[in-house]
């Protein structure tokens, strides 16, 4: 038997994505032995450096995070030794060639197995894809391409972008990232849902009144201000890491954990629900605010934002899903930047119990006395459920109390980072966490004619001060449709 390498080419090595996140998590599988024997990681981008540069950069960005002896340097300097760097365009096919030939002396006649990692602007994707697959992929083992988002600003723009990488790549070599995907709690979904009885004859309208999917981040656009005014907090965190949570919550049972069963579940679920109408959208935008003696800037402040932009930094949205299961449901999406609190949630209200016994017992009125529950994406992962109980003691008074599974409590072992997940995965094959190209089609359906009619009606967003809880009219949305936010409770 012939022995298999691994090689992994991060493109764009010099990027932020690459320092804060890829190498990282890269070192991390290196660091639990998830690696085969023989691998290597070359670092791709135009500037020069040599190895021992991008070593010294890379480096940096690692930290003993599960170990903290020793143990973990040594580690460290043997993951590095396993680095290098290729300095090239990105459109030059006589530069990949060089990088095939360096990447062949590295796999010294074993099976190659390569991927790469695209850590760039969409812009050169398929420059990219088009240099690596003609002169540097694998002629003996399988060649993949990660890649992250954006995949496009609407349908038309998407499609052009896969038809671009179908030109080169088959589907199955191209792994979509959607880093919420990767998270330890969004994983656990299907767990919590397809095999705990206590929860999967609830799973439908007949006893969940609304599902709220909740995405909050106490900074604003700080330095990334270029990028995001192009996209927006809708196609920022919208459209792929709320929707695809969606999809994994509201899908049906599928035939099987095979990643295609999956995918054709999730699809369905997208393929059911209404695009977004423009009357069940809210559209916000941080403004300057000063707080404690401290201003925090607007929006608009940042440098690389144009004056003037009408770019969303928040949406709130009601979703619905026509299908037998969830008919009439309102699935209500609330993402934005600068707001009071970091989290991500999933939030699961229950409807009243008929003919409650206790109904002139509780301490609220009944609608906040239904059971809701939780699920802490981040930070401090949990999942809780809200319930109603006895207050102990010789009267009868109901109080909501938690049955609390709290992570840092139960689970000593640290939680990885999603992109260890996504990255083993990708190097095993496993395709269960990637957007397939369908999926992708589908959940641009959805949004695209409401970013149209938002950017072409100039629709002002409303202003929220830096650090608050967003737009009232985030409120007025859920009102309509008889929700609360769970978050604001
Ligand atoms: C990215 C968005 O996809 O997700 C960012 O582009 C956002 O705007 C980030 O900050 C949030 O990811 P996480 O894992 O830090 O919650």
Not at 273 to 279: G, Y
Request: a neutral charge; glycine letters at 6%; proline letters at 4%.
């Amino acid at each position: 038997d012939k022995e298999i390498t691994v090689t992994i080419t991060v493109v764009g090595a010099s990027g932020d994505l690459a320092k804060k996140k890829i190498f990282p998590a890269l070192f991390a599988l290196y660091y639990e032995d998830c690696f085969p024997k023989h691998f290597t990681i070359f670092g791709y981008a135009r500037s020069n450096m040599t190895d021992a540069e991008l070593r010294i950069m890379v480096g940096k960005t690692l930290t003993c995070r599960i170990d903290k002896s020793e143990n973990c340097d040594q580690k460290m300097k043997e993951f590095l030794s396993r680095c290098f760097y290729h300095s090239g365009q990105y459109d030059s096919e006589d530069n990949f060639s060089k990088l095939d030939e360096k990447l062949k002396e590295h796999e010294a006649g074993r099976i190659s197995n390569r991927l790469f990692y695209l850590s760039i602007p969409p812009n050169i994707f398929i420059d990219v894809v088009k240099c690596a697959s003609t002169s540097a992929s694998s002629t003996s083992g399988w060649t993949r391409v990660i890649v992250e988002k954006p995949f496009g600003r609407d349908l038309e723009s998407s499609s052009a972008l896969t038809k671009g990488f179908k030109q080169y790549l088959d589907e199955d070599q191209i792994f979509r990232i959607d880093h919420y995907l990767g998270k330890e709690l969004v994983e656990n979904l299907s767990v919590l849902r397809f095999s705990n009885l206590v929860f999967e004859p609830l799973w439908s309208r007949q006893y969940i009144r609304n599902v709220q999917l909740i995405f909050s981040e106490d900074f604003g656009t700080e330095g990334r201000g270029g990028y995001f005014d192009s996209y927006g907090i809708i196609r920022d965190i919208m459209q792929n890491h709320l929707l695809q949570i969606l999809a994994l919550f509201a899908m049906e049972t599928p035939v099987s954990l095979d990643a295609e069963d999956i995918r054709n579940e999730k699809v369905k679920v997208l393929r059911s629900m209404r695009p977004l109408e423009i009357e069940n959208v809210v559209v916000g935008q941080y403004k300057g605010h000063v707080k404690g003696g401290v201003s925090y800037p607007a929006y608009t402040d940042d440098n690389t934002v144009p004056k003037g932009s009408l770019t969303p930094t928040f949406a709130a949205a009601a979703l619905f899903i026509d299908n037998a299961r969830w008919d009439g449901v309102p699935f209500l999406m609330k993402a934005g930047k600068a707001l009071h609190s970091k989290r991500a949630e999933i939030r699961v209200q229950f409807r009243h119990v008929p003919g409650n016994l206790y109904k002139n017992t509780f301490s609220v009125d009944i609608d906040r006395a239904t059971n809701e529950l939780v699920i802490r994406v981040q930070p401090d992962e949990a999942i809780y459920l809200k319930i109603n109980n006895k207050v102990p003691g010789l009267g009868m008074r109901l109080d909501r109390s938690k049955l609390n599974l709290h992570y840092a409590a139960k689970y000593s072992k640290e939680i990885p980072d999603a992109y260890e997940r996504l990255l083993l995965d990708a190097i095993e094959g496993e395709r269960r966490l990637f957007i397939r190209s369908d999926e992708l089609d589908a959940a641009w359906k959805l949004f695209t004619p409401l970013l149209k009619e938002l950017e072409d009606r100039k629709i002002h967003p409303e202003l929220y001060p830096y650090g608050s809880r967003g737009p009232v009219g985030a409120h007025y949305l859920a009102a309509k449709y008889n929700v609360r936010w769970g978050d604001i409770n």
